[in-house]
């Protein structure tokens, strides 16, 4: 398929509106769609470039799914992210307009191609599994407002060094979990708790500071972080 075409006046397109266009190298959406629906662009491999339109104003689940989209920008006319919006995508660089004070979960899940990405600096909570299995990923700049992160938020990505802000108070397990390429991560002065598998299996971590103020450390946190030599422990530690 190399071309499908909706009325203009559409406003809603049924999921997977575009599914399987392989040969599809641009698209016409129609003008006053306000929301870009579930598989919308799967398997369509031909299209590398898009756009989004100032109309959408909701990206729905798994939107970018198999497409082979490599940039996207998401711009302040996108009003909604649904859980999953970008993830299993093919996407190598997103940016992400700094009106977005909240994320869905799992927003880039399995988009294993991502490697440049940027987090709105008013960002207070990084949900759950955000960054799951993106493993061309290897930095990013956390802002200073973010307050939390969640449970396996960089696990199996290729994160290579972490620099957590003083402002988080809490991280969930297995945040870090399986994150192989992780050489080095700084805590925040803030932490009180090093959760349940935090840094299971970060088989290339060196270096890691337990400072003062951290009183509990969940079971396996460190498990099989076989290039981890030595860890000096706060004498808060219960």
């Known amino acids: 398929i190399e071309k ?74 996108v009003e909604t992210l649904k859980d999953y919006a970008l993830a299993y995508s093919n996407l190598q660089k997103v940016e992400l307009d700094e009106k977005f004070t909240s994320f869905p979960s799992s927003l880039f899940y399995d988009s294993k191609k991502l490697s440049s990405v940027n ?58 979990s399986n994150a192989s390429k992780l050489k080095s991560a700084k805590l925040s002065a803030n932490l009180t708790t090093i959760p349940y598998q935090a840094f299971y299996n970060c088989t290339s971590l060196t270096g890691i500071d337990i400072h003062e103020g951290v009183k509990n450390t969940g079971s396996y946190a460190f498990y099989n972080c076989t290039s981890l030599e030595s860890v000096k422990l706060p004498s808060t530690l219960t």
């Open 119 to 176: 987090i709105p600096s008013g960002l207070t909570v990084l949900p759950a599994s955000t960054f799951y299995n993106c493993s061309a990923l290897q930095s990013i700049e956390l802002p200073d407002t973010l307050t939390t992160i969640n449970n396996y938020a960089f696990a199996y990505s290729g994160i290579t060094s972490i620099e957590i802000p003083d402002t988080v108070t809490s991280i969930g397990s297995y945040v870090f």
């Open 4 to 77: 499908i075409t909706y009325p203009d006046s559409l406003t809603k397109l049924p999921s997977h509106a575009y599914s399987g266009a392989a040969k599809m190298k641009s698209v016409k959406l129609p003008s006053d769609l306000d929301t870009l629906p579930e598989n919308c662009f799967y398997g369509c491999s031909g299209l590398t470039e898009f756009i989004i339109p100032e109309s959408v104003k909701t990206i729905n689940s798994y939107a970018f799914q198999n497409s082979y989209i490599k940039e996207l920008k998401v711009p302040s006319t």
